[in-house]
Nanobody, 122 residues
């Protein structure tokens, strides 16, 4: 069982950077891959990317490669989503999630945080 809490969202300007934080707790956290997702108004949920705690595997969706990055601090049980060159199209609720299986398979993410709102103005 994993409990996740996102933070760090807010209002930023186009071109700005923002780092989101996901605090994870639970004795099995280290056995889960950690992913980031977002849901924009009127759109389907988008799988942004994921890592495992050992940093031996990673995945990024094509739309954010080179612009977003995911980092983890195992000692703090915390995962970060670093977002650069933000655009209004990035406006969404951002979620972190935990996956006991393969990090690139979206359907295997079974633990979810409540989300944090990111709004990018032009």
């Amino acid at each position: 069982q994993v409990h996740l809490v996102e933070s760090g969202g807010g209002l930023v300007q186009a071109g700005d950077s923002l780092r989101l934080t996901c605090a994870a707790s639970g004795r099995s956290v280290s056995r889960h891959s950690m992913g980031w997702f977002r849901r924009a108004p009127g759109k389907q949920r988008e799988f942004l990317g994921a890592i495992n705690w050992s940093a031996g595997s990673e995945y990024y969706g094509d739309s954010v490669k080179g612009r977003f990055a995911i980092f983890g601090d195992k000692d703090k049980s915390t995962v970060y989503l670093q977002m650069n060159s933000l655009e209004p199209e990035d406006t969404a609720v951002y979620y972190c999630a935990a996956n006991p299986g393969l990090l690139h398979i979206e359907s295997q993410y079974i633990y979810w945080g409540q989300g944090t709102q990111v709004t990018v103005s032009s």
